[in-house]
């Protein structure tokens, strides 16, 4: 890693808010790859995940979280408390809010939790592009929330990326001096097999009814490197029969579907082709088990 320039300045951004409002998209345009997986369905992120963006003056460390929600089971209890010690563990915090909606119950329990705590808060108003003609009753109740606690506020699109200039500007404004933690090439500390696995996920939670893609985890068994091509051998863990029935479909046609919509992201992720062989195997319960959780890979 080189050493930074003099007045260069470095730091680690959380990205904390309810699910759905935008944060992995957020990050994605961020760091201008796609490296987080996003979808309409909430808990889509599962694992704290850092996005990397390097300019000449700064390099910005985000931390995508899971949606802070209730918990219901031991998965959930787990994604509470990690988007708690990324609270305690970043220099700024990004408090991403939809503004397509008024300001409710989640997100001022969000809010609650971030006063008690010492790091500093920009609120960022999300998806402006979608918002209604007359939205300031929307705004008005974001500015109070913000003029309550004395935070920022910053309004963007993370869609269309309107706005994100000026995020950009006022998050490197609250940072302070600091070195490279990253390799200024690098967009994330994730392993590209990692990706690999979350573009499968992220393809069976577009493809497959509500009641499978919770219940996912997925393992890269292998990827093997020719010079023509890149071989990806994943399984994709679930806890009943009832839903490998559904994720393999009818004569295969449900695995096919997710198999070839997801090895065009890898191809993408990787710029090669890529051959992907995927296997379904029934694995009760592991949402219960943290010894599974950690096995397959999620910090518990
Ligand atoms: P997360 O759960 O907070 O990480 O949210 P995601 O990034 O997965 O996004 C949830 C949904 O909101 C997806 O369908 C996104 O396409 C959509 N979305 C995110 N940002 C914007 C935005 O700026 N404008 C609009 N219209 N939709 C957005
Ligand atoms: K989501
Ligand atoms: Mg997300």
Known sequence: IPQAPPEFKSGF?????????????????????????????????????RGILTTPEAQLIFVDTPGIHKPHHQLGEVLVQNAKIAIESVDVVLFVVDGTVACGAGDRFIAELLSRSQTPVILGLNKV???????QQIDDSYTHLAELYQWQTVKFSAKTGLGLPELQNLLIENLDNGPFYYPPD??????ER?????????QILLLT???VPHSVAIAIDLVEETPSITRVLATINVERDSQKGILIGKGGSMLKAIGSAAREQ???LISGKVYLELFVKVQPKWRQSRVSLAELGYRV
């Not at 345009?29 to 490296?35: D, N, R, S």
């Not at 690098?186 to 392993?191: E, G, K, R, W």
């Not at 990692?194 to 992220?202: D, P």
């Open 186 to 191: 690098l967009v994330t500390d994730q392993p």
């Open 266 to 268: 890898i191809q993408k």
């Open 13 to 49: 951004i959380g990205i904390i808010g309810r699910p759905n409002v935008g944060k992995s998209t957020l990050m994605n345009q961020l760091v201008g790859q796609k490296i987080a997986i996003t979808s309409p369905v909430a808990q889509t992120t599962r694992n704290r995940l």
């Open 194 to 202: 990692f990706i690999m696995g979350e573009l499968i996920r992220e």
């Open 209 to 211: 009814r509500e009641e």
């Open 129 to 135: 592009d979608q918002q209604p003609t007359d939205s």
